[in-house]
């Protein structure tokens, strides 16, 4: 069971927060509704994005339903399911959840609160839940909490405090090479790419959409609603040069502010020549900023032949090939790979491939049994009974 | 004069055959095989990979012209299987062999004595005529005169391609000496699940190796090879009762026959021989079949062997060109049998597997198009120039972009001709023709017409160096290396950086001081990372024109790359020094001041790679003073913050800034992409020089051509 839908479980326990609470009279509707929380559960603690569900009585049509989240709006629905998805961070911390109902004549009729817990440890300072998102190959069934071991390193092998596989909401950031060896028919198969990408994500996940030739050229807002990337898409032409470093590192700034499962799409024919950041730094960045990065590698046909220059103005074939082992590095660390693809018609499979696999990703929680004042925090999972575990390989201390 | 001896004619502009000097990191040694292809040292030849085409040497494969006066043969051969690193693939494999006395020769006319650099490139081209893959080496071929006597040599290489229908272009040339040899032939590798083409080899006592000196492709696949394997491109056999013949074939039924016939080359029929089977038997991924025939009734020559298997369910034949010698012949090899009874004449080497075989205008044709020529020169001459493109457009494209390549090289001819009558009669008149071809090659290649494009890059080319050699003076040679880099942009926009950099050089050859040549040649440099030649053509450059902001900024990055700290932070320093004077607020700086911006960027990222954090925000937050919007300076300063040890000013701000940051729609190059461009305002500044003066000369082709000229007009055209 997804975290999401357990957290949107209707158990007995959460029935036991149906209220009825009862609206000044200047509020209140003549015939007093109830509406109830399902989600989050007052049992568990909440960490990143939470759906915030309530349900309604029978007793009359309810219009509208807002949300609150620590006293502070969080966000509003207008028909059944009344729900929001809120991203109530990382912190180890309770919070208030308030729903407010409103008839169709806009007068307050019903509201209902419940607190989520926090979670009790001997330590709360410095302590967090840390999450790792794992991709399994070389097993084909279901694996359980029991089934994997987390290693730290210098020691220290730390409970799963959380498990949960598959269908966990993310943010991912696509990054579309539009330099001018994607011009034309390239640049418009990767755009439709992007679109079918977020066509498909579920409705809690997001992402934005960044174009890039030798500088940012088109940037979205993070969005599920791929009209949004339509209208941003129409009319974007390649062109230029390629900075792919610096494109990565808009990517990760961009990101940065989000919470929960980040992801990285790259789709690019080329290598960087452009960019004033090296990979060396985009590295160490990501080393605080632990997201995934997928790279849909578009092989050129030059490459193919064994005719492609490993040169350019910006650098030599030594230190180009650096920044190509750092990107490679980049990804291995991140816990993302390379998908290579001989034509852009591929893209869009390419992409569908890497959604799924998001989808199908566990994560685990733990917390970490190392000083809190270690600079790196390296983390490996191994499965017992065999089967691979790509997990990004560590985190700095911020 | 460089004249060059085709097999079909001579060809009397400065068309020959150059390479690149190899480049040093690729070298490696191959050492030479013996008879089955193993590298046994000491070595007599080392392969390189070579480092780029000249533009003549392109345009000769492209234009597919056989002949030359280097005989040659190839032969490819499909492999079964695939090739693991590309599955839509499969390997080919191919023997070129090449006769060695013309290269002895050659190197002799050169007064070689040490290594002889010999020059293979292949273009494979698809049924577009499409280049599918390429191979270029140079075969480095020590004490050539004694080595190659009496010898050949053969290369043997190889390379993937998908199924498909390909004609090789073959080329082997020597570069000192500008003599070369071509050959086509024609490769066809059937769609999967179809049979593999026969393979019809002679035993390896028929073609003994001793003959060769035989090098292998630094490329070359080690897979495991078949028997036959390294194969005579073009094997000698001596007449004999039981000549032994295997035949290799893949996916091949019981019950199939062979019908191999022999015709003398050049004639119209041929003779069915006798063949007895003697045995079949896997070999190395083959089939083998083992024949034998009698070939004593035939006499001695040349012979087109065409085999054919009969019963299969799929027509599957081998053509091959091979030598037949009387018994006892002390010929080893095709390559002594040619030496001995040609001489110094090139071998045929056409015959069945020759897909390119010349047409052949008629005199009387080539009479008329020489008069047709002439007629839209006077129109130039007269100032029409409009009215001289369409004409030469008219007649030239329908010649140019046709399949047969005989007239490419009869069109160069006659215009060639005609060209060096006006050079003789009055040296000026070729600079309105340079300036019509420099406009002609900007059209053709705008309507993506090939091989009219390429001739009229060559013509600018020819006509410049034979300008620059009948006008030998400073300023004659300057407008000779102007042409040539007038040529650069078109070129560079059509992704062919090899001629863009040819045509530098070229330039700068004839004119060390040019300063686009030098800044061209600077591009080069930096583009193959010698930046210790980049800095000292910089250095020219810049006590040339000390205030140029571009020749500034790439020397101080040059110098930063030399390691040069101190010095690069001075240039910089230079640079940017006018943005110290500039207060807060002032308006942004002009596009054209782009090296500044990238001098910031540069000084900040040389101070970050020093750990000198508050010089780098200084240089940065200089930046962003006059160019607020910069976004590499904006990436610059938030990734400051993220540095160890780097907290010099309020990183947050910097990280704030780059959040509310937005892409700007601009049309402008990055200074960063322009970095990398050629310096096209200076390219047509200068165009627009040559322009002026090919005006101003129309007299002197008038008088060449012997008509009046009008001198009214200006040679117009796209750049």
């Given amino acids: 069971m997804s975290l999401r839908t357990r957290l949107a479980r209707l158990d007995g326990r959460a029935l036991a927060v149906w209220i009825g609470i009862s609206i000044p009279a200047a509020g209140l509707a003549a015939h007093a509704q109830k ?27 309810i219009s509208r339903v807002e949300f609150f989240l620590d006293g502070k709006p969080a966000g509003s629905a207008e028909k059944p399911p009344f729900s929001v998805v809120v991203d109530v961070g990382q912190e180890n911390v309770e919070h208030r959840f308030e729903a407010v109902a409103y008839s169709a004549g806009g007068a307050a009729v019903a509201s ?7 979670i009790a440890t001997d330590l709360t300072i410095g302590v967090s839940l840390r999450q790792l998102y794992v991709t399994v190959s070389g097993r084909s069934e279901g694996l359980a909490r029991e089934d994997f071991v987390i290693r730290e390193r210098g020691g220290g092998r730390p409970g799963i405090v959380t498990f949960e596989r598959g269908d966990i909401p993310f943010t991912a950031a696509l990054l579309i090479d539009a330099s001018t060896s994607m011009h034309g028919a390239r640049l418009a198969a990767a755009n439709e790419g992007a679109r079918t990408f977020v066509r498909t994500m579920r409705p809690l996940d997001e992402a934005k959409l960044l174009l890039f030739a030798d500088r940012l050229v088109l940037e979205t807002p993070f969005t599920s609603v791929p009209a949004i990337l339509d209208l941003a898409l129409s009319g974007a032409r390649a062109g230029g040069g390629t900075a792919l470093s610096d494109a990565l590192y808009f990517a990760i700034e961009r990101l940065t502010s989000r919470q929960g499962r980040r992801v990285i799409i790259l789709l690019s024919d080329g290598e960087d020549i452009e960019s004033v950041l090296p990979m060396s730094l985009i590295r160490k960045r990501l080393e605080r900023e632990p997201m995934a990065i997928y790279w849909v590698r578009l092989r050129r046909d030059e490459e193919r032949q064994g005719l492609l220059k490993r040169w350019s103005i910006w650098r030599d074939a030594q230190g180009n090939e650096r920044e190509v082992e750092g990107l490679r590095l980049a990804i291995e660390e991140s816990g993302g790979r390379i998908e290579e693809i001989d034509s852009i018609d591929q893209a869009a499979a390419a992409l569908a491939e890497i959604l799924d696999e998001l989808r199908n990703q566990y994560v685990l929680g733990y917390y970490s049994e190392r000083p809190s004042n270690e600079a790196w925090r390296g983390v490996s999972v191994a499965i017992r009974g065999g089967g691979r575990a790509r997990v990004q390989k560590g985190t700095a201390r911020r | 004069m460089i004249s060059i ?39 007599e030849a080392r392969v390189l990979r070579t480092g780029g085409l000249r533009v003549e040497t392109a345009a000769l494969l492209w234009s597919g012209q056989q002949g030359g006066p280097i005989a040659l043969a190839a032969r490819a051969v499909v492999f079964p299987g695939g090739d693991p690193k590309a599955p839509d693939k499969v390997k080919i494999a191919l023997v070129v062999e090449a006769a060695g006395g013309a290269l002895a020769r ?16 292949i273009y494979a081209l698809d049924a577009r005529g499409a280049l599918a893959t390429s191979l270029l080496e140079t075969v480095e071929i020590p004490n050539p005169k004694e080595t190659l006597r009496n010898k050949g040599l053969r290369f043997v290489g190889g390379f993937a391609l998908r199924p498909g229908s390909y004609r090789l272009r073959i080329l082997v040339g020597h570069a000192a000496t500008k003599t070369f040899g071509l050959r086509t032939i024609q490769l066809d590798i059937p769609t999967g699940g179809a049979a593999y083409p026969l393979v019809a080899a002679f035993s390896a006592g028929s073609d003994p190796g001793t003959g060769w000196l035989t090098v292998s492709s630094i490329d070359a696949a080690a897979p495991a090879l078949p028997s036959f394997w390294p194969l005579a491109a073009r094997p000698l056999i001596a007449v004999s009762g039981d000549t032994p013949l295997s035949l290799f074939a893949v996916g091949l039924p019981a019950g199939t026959t062979q019908r191999i016939e022999l015709r003398a080359v050049g004639a119209s029929a041929g003779t069915e021989l006798s063949v007895r089977e003697v045995a079949r038997a896997p070999d190395s991924g083959f089939e083998r079949i083992d024949l034998a025939f009698s070939t004593l009734d035939l006499p001695p020559g040349s012979y087109e062997l065409r085999t054919a298997l009969t019963g299969a369910p799929f027509g599957s034949t081998a053509d091959l060109t091979l030598d037949l010698v009387a018994a006892g012949d002390p010929a080893r090899t095709w390559v002594e049998r040619e030496e001995a009874t040609a001489g110094a004449e090139p071998a045929a080497t056409g015959g069945a597997e020759n897909p390119d075989a010349p047409g052949r205008w008629r005199r009387s044709e080539a009479a008329a198009l020489r008069a047709v020529y002439r007629r839209a020169l006077v129109l130039l001459a007269s100032g029409d120039e409009e009215g001289a493109r369409a004409a030469v457009t008219a007649f030239e494209v329908p010649l140019l972009s046709g399949p047969n390549a005989a007239n490419r090289e009869e069109l160069a001819g006659l215009l060639g001709e005609v060209l060096r009558s006006l050079e003789r009669r009055n040296p000026e008149s070729l600079v309105p023709l340079m300036a019509l071809y420099r406009i002609l090659h900007g059209e053709y290649q705008t309507r993506k017409l090939r091989h009219p494009s390429m001739h009229a890059a060559i013509l600018v080319g020819s006509l410049a160096e034979l300008y620059a050699r009948a006008v030998p003076t400073a300023e004659g040679r300057r407008l000779a290396a102007g042409f040539l880099i007038s040529l650069t942009p078109n070129l560079f926009r059509s992704g062919l950086s090899s001629m863009v950099e040819a045509e530098f050089r070229r330039a700068k050859e004839l004119d060390p001081d040019h300063p686009q040549a030098l800044l061209g040649r600077a591009l080069d440099d930096e583009r193959h990372g010698r930046y210790a030649e980049a800095e000292s053509a910089l250095e020219r450059l810049a006590a040339q024109s000390p205030n140029d902001g571009q020749v500034a900024v790439r020397l101080a990055i040059n110098t930063a790359r030399l390691g040069q700290t101190k010095r690069a932070r001075e240039l910089f320093g230079k640079l940017v020094a006018p943005l110290r004077a500039r207060s807060t607020g002032s308006p942004k700086i002009e596009p054209e001041a782009w090296p500044v911006a990238l001098a910031c960027q540069e000084l900040a990222r040389l101070e970050i790679a020093a750990k000198e954090w508050q010089a780098a925000a200084g240089a940065i937050d200089l930046g962003l003073l006059a160019f607020p919007d910069d976004e590499k300076l904006l990436l610059l300063s938030a990734a400051l913050a993220d540095l160890d040890g780097s907290s010099v000013g309020n990183d947050t701000a910097a990280k704030a800034r780059l959040a509310q940051w937005a892409p700007q729609a601009t049309s402008e190059s990055s ?3 322009r970095y990398g461009e050629l310096p096209s305002a200076e390219i047509e500044a200068l165009w627009q020089l040559l322009r002026r003066e090919a005006t101003e000369r129309l007299p002197a082709l008038g008088a060449a051509l012997g008509t009046p000229s009008g001198n009214q007009g200006k040679v117009e055209g796209t750049p």
Avoid: K, N, Q, Y
């Fill in chain 1, 35 to 61: 509406i109830a929380f399902t989600s989050p559960s007052a049992e568990e603690a909440a960490f990143g994005p939470v759906e915030v569900r309530v349900e309604t009585g029978t007793g009359g049509a």
């Fill in chain 2, 671 to 673: 200074p960063r992409l």
């Fill in chain 2, 5 to 43: 001896r085709w097999r079909h004619g001579t060809l009397g502009l400065a068309v020959g055959l150059g390479v690149l000097a190899a480049t040093a990191s690729a070298l490696r040694a191959a050492g030479t095989v013996d008879e089955v292809g193993i590298a046994t040292p000491p070595w």
């Fill in chain 2, 106 to 121: 050659a190197a002799d006319d050169a007064g070689v004595d040490s290594a002889l650099p010999v020059d293979i490139a």
């Fill in chain 1, 112 to 118: 209902a609160m419940i607190r989520t817990p926090s």
